[in-house]
T-cell receptor
Framework: RKEVEQDPGPFNVPEGATVAFNCTYS??????FFWYRQDCRKEPKLLMS???SGNEDGRFTAQLNRASQYISLLIRDSKLSDSATYLC??????????????FGKGTKLSVKP | ETGVTQSPTHLIKTRGQQVTLRCSSQ?????VSWYQQALGQGPQFIFQ???????GRGNFPPRFSGLQFPNYSSELNVNALELDDSALYLC??????????????FGEGSRLTVL
C-alpha cells in the first residue's frame, strides 16, 4: 500500500462547481498534513495546512480524520485559475528521515468555462 | 517567486554518465531537501541537508549523493545514470530540520532526460 493515496482524477468541472478531493495515508504516526498545488510544468506550492478541527481559507476547506487516516479538500465556486494538480502531503513530524514530506501522486483538476 | 534557484533548468545525458545539479536556497533558510518527480507522479524525497550534514534520506541508491555548502546552497550528484533517472529534480529550502509548518519553498526544478 502506498504511503499517501489520492483520487486518480482527472476532474473536469464547469466554472462554479464544487469539487472534493480525497486522500488516505497509511502511517498512523503521521504528524502533520497539507495540500500543495502544482501548476503545469511548475514547482509545487503550499495551498494550506490541514488540522483535525478542519480549516477554511476562502473557497477552500480542508478536513482531517485521524481515525480513518483520511484527508479531504473541498473547493467551492471553482474558478478557471483553480486548474492545477493538487498534491496531498503528509509529514512524519520529526528530524532525520522522518522530517521529509511524503507526497501523493496528485489529482489533476481542470475547470472549464 | 520563492527565491530558490536551480541550475541547469534542462539537460540531456546518456546512460552511465554523471550529473551535478545545483540549488541556491532562499535567504535565511538553512535546510535544503531534494525531490525527484517522475512524469505523472508526486515528488519523492531523496535526501535533506541541514548545516552541511545529511539529515535524512529516502529510498534512493548510493549513486545519488549530495553536498551542502557553508552558504547553504546545495548540489545533487547522480552517478551511473539510468533511463529511469529521467525526471524533474526539485530543490526545496526551509528553516530547520523539522518543517512541521509544511511550507517548503521549491525551485522550478532541473529537468533531466537520460537517453
Amino acid at each position: 500500500r502506498k504511503e499517501v493515496e489520492q483520487d486518480p482524477g482527472p476532474f473536469n468541472v464547469p466554472e462554479g462547481a464544487t469539487v472534493a478531493f480525497n486522500c488516505t495515508y497509511s502511517n498512523s504516526a503521521s504528524q502533520s498534513f497539507f495540500w500543495y498545488r502544482q501548476d503545469c510544468r511548475k514547482e509545487p506550492k503550499l495551498l494550506m495546512s490541514v488540522y483535525s478541527s478542519g480549516n477554511e481559507d476562502g473557497r477552500f476547506t480542508a478536513q482531517l480524520n485521524r481515525a480513518s487516516q483520511y484527508i479531504s479538500l473541498l473547493i467551492r465556486d471553482s474558478k478557471l485559475s483553480d486548474s492545477a494538480t493538487y498534491l496531498c502531503v503528509v509529514n512524519m513530524g520529526y528530524g532525520g528521515s522522518q522530517g521529509n514530506l511524503i507526497f501523493g501522486k496528485g489529482t489533476k483538476l481542470s475547470v472549464k468555462p | 517567486e520563492t527565491g530558490v534557484t536551480q541550475s541547469p533548468t534542462h539537460l540531456i545525458k546518456t546512460r552511465g554518465q554523471q550529473v551535478t545539479l545545483r540549488c541556491s536556497s532562499q535567504s535565511g533558510h538553512n535546510t535544503v531537501s531534494w525531490y525527484q518527480q517522475a512524469l505523472g507522479q508526486g515528488p519523492q524525497f531523496i535526501f535533506q541537508y541541514y548545516r552541511e550534514e545529511e539529515n535524512g534520506r529516502g529510498n534512493f541508491p548510493p549513486r545519488f549523493s549530495g553536498l551542502q555548502f557553508p552558504n547553504y546552497s546545495s548540489e545533487l550528484n547522480v552517478n551511473a545514470l539510468e533511463l529511469d533517472d529521467s525526471a524533474l529534480y526539485l530543490c526545496a529550502s526551509s528553516t530547520g530540520t523539522n518543517p512541521n509548518t509544511g511550507e517548503l519553498f521549491f525551485g522550478e526544478g532541473s529537468r533531466l532526460t537520460v537517453l
